[in-house]
């Protein structure tokens, strides 16, 4: 079955920028979409279609793609960033969604 | 304002079934699909499947086909998710979530989360 992959842990000071990695086979045929979920709380969509920022989401969180990795940066990052993200994509025919096994950020 | 609130809690025992509701409410429930997410303590976000509400289509991940059904009462707006045979290893939170046809398929809307834990 198809996976993404993405790193357990990142760690950064505040003001610091963050990037976290999602890499997959299909990433160049199928958009990107990352999750930022806070312990207790159901996920909340920070960006759609690779690099897109869904209304009310803070201009400090951005995407990008280059071939089979996608990257979420978070710019300047705040203690209030600190969580887990997810990437979630779809297998090449675009049948089946998969999530990356999640990305601990912490803010040091 | 838009949302999707879900069904409570729920402690079933292994080889039982569980059916977990979620009801929208702030915009049209048949234009939006509705997909169903599960996340083990600790653990990952795992995608179990879409339904279509208008049509009633539905699409299941791999691991699930077999065990899983989702269903929809459009009169009350609400979708379903059973899972049938549980075990323990099906104990987790599981989550509805529209899909935004505006923002290329993501997951813009989800439910609070049902607790499903199966123990004898």
């Known amino acids: 079955s198809y996976e993404l992959t993405q790193p357990p842990s990142v760690s950064v000071s505040p003001g610091q920028t963050a990037r976290i990695t999602c890499s997959g086979d299909?990433?160049?045929?199928?958009?990107a979409y990352w999750y930022q979920q806070k312990p207790g709380q159901a996920p909340v969509l920070v960006i759609y279609k690779d690099s897109e920022r869904p209304s009310g989401i803070p201009e400090r969180f951005s995407g990008s793609s280059s071939g089979t990795t996608v990257t979420l940066t978070i710019s300047g990052v705040q203690a209030e960033d600190e969580a887990d993200y997810y990437c979630q994509s779809a297998d090449s025919s675009g049948t089946y969604k998969v999530f990356g096994g999640g990305t601990k950020l912490t803010v040091l | 304002q838009v949302q999707l609130v879900q069904s409570g809690a729920e402690v079933k025992k292994p080889g039982a079934s569980v059916k977990v509701s979620c009801k929208a409410s702030?915009?049209?429930?048949?234009?939006?699909?509705i997909n169903w997410v599960r996340q083990a303590t600790g653990q990952g976000l795992e995608w179990m499947g879409w339904m279509n509400p208008n049509s009633g289509n539905t699409g299941y991940a791999q691991k699930f086909q077999g065990r899983v059904t989702m269903t929809r009462n459009t009169s009350i707006s609400t979708a379903y998710m059973e899972l049938s045979s549980l075990r323990s290893e099906d104990t987790a939170v599981y989550y509805c979530?529209?899909?935004?046809?505006?923002?290329?398929?993501?997951?813009?809307?989800w439910g609070q989360g049902t607790m499903v834990t199966v123990s004898s």
């Open positions: 702030g915009y049209t429930f048949t234009s939006y699909d």
């Open positions: 299909a990433l160049p045929k199928q958009y």
């Open positions: 979530a529209r899909v935004a046809r505006h923002l290329l398929d993501a997951f813009d809307i």
